[in-house]
């Protein structure tokens, strides 16, 4: 399966779907394509989870959406926190749902699927892809991990043919090239940290830090639309973010590339008058 089938079989299957925001908005549109009931949550203002408020709101067999990184924060929920989270979620007695489609992007600090096993994934799946981080967006491969039970659930509601031989060979292949992902890693773990020390310097930009090969970034000068078509004008071509419930009208999103155009990105960012 590729990874929003595998996010829209769950979403399907729930009573309730609560998200955070800001977050992907197929969440909530995919819950909505479902006739779900849905709710939301917001955010800290470092954009972090407070459990308190988790706690309170979560309900018997609601499903928790939770990116890790999210999207478009590109932020990691710490290891401890995603264990506090989990605890709530089994007491409460409902669902988490861990979408880790830019987890090869992140630090090597933990691994959900290992800190779970000997859970046995009860109450939780875990969501990874191809398409990201191994630049294969039109094989459209995901993978999820979970109980046996919940398998079985989702083999009886899946289409059939939903892998091609195409991705079949590349999941044979890619997940098995740890050079390519140390080595792609490490380099990116590099880039982001320095677009983050050279933009944290520009006047009336405000950079968060990030956990994937992406970065958002808040406008304290100027519009999303004045800096995107400030950008486009020099030829480059960023994310506005008001699309994201949660993000209007002074964020915007940038993408973590080569030096070159790191440094191309950074030049253009200190032109902004």
Request: net charge neutral.
């Amino acid at each position: 399966l590729f990874r929003s089938e595998i996010i829209d079989k769950f979403i399907m299957q729930a009573e309730r779907i609560v998200t955070y925001r800001p977050a992907f908005i197929e969440y909530e549109l995919r819950a909505r394509a479902h006739k779900k009931e849905w709710d939301f949550m917001s955010y800290n203002n470092d954009f972090k989870i407070e459990l308190s408020d988790l706690k309170e709101n979560l309900r018997e067999g609601d499903l928790l959406v939770l990116g890790n990184p999210n999207n478009p924060t590109g932020l990691r929920i710490e290891e401890e926190k995603l264990r506090a989270i989990y605890s709530i979620v089994v007491e409460k007695k409902g669902f988490l749902l861990l979408d880790e489609a830019f987890y090869e992007f992140a630090p090597i600090d933990y691994d959900s699927i290992e800190i779970f096993r000997d859970e046995g994934y009860k109450r939780l799946v875990i969501i990874r892809a191809a398409t990201k981080f191994f630049s294969l967006p039109g094989i459209r491969l995901g993978y999820a991990c979970t109980e046996k039970s919940n398998v079985e659930k989702l083999g009886k509601i899946e289409l059939p043919w939903s892998i091609n031989s195409l991705a079949d060979l590349a999941g044979q292949f890619i997940f098995q090239d740890k050079t390519y992902v140390d080595k792609s890693r490490t380099y990116i773990e590099r880039e982001r940290e320095y677009i983050y020390k050279n933009l944290e310097k520009i006047d009336g930009l405000e950079p968060y830090k990030t956990d994937s090969n992406f970065m958002l970034i808040r406008l304290n000068s100027w519009t999303e639309e004045e800096v995107f078509k400030f950008l486009l004008e020099k030829g480059i071509l960023i994310r506005k973010c008001s699309t994201f419930p949660g993000l209007k009208g002074n964020y915007v999103r940038i993408a973590i590339k080569d030096r070159m155009n790191n440094e191309r990105l950074i030049t253009v960012f200190n032109q902004l008058k």
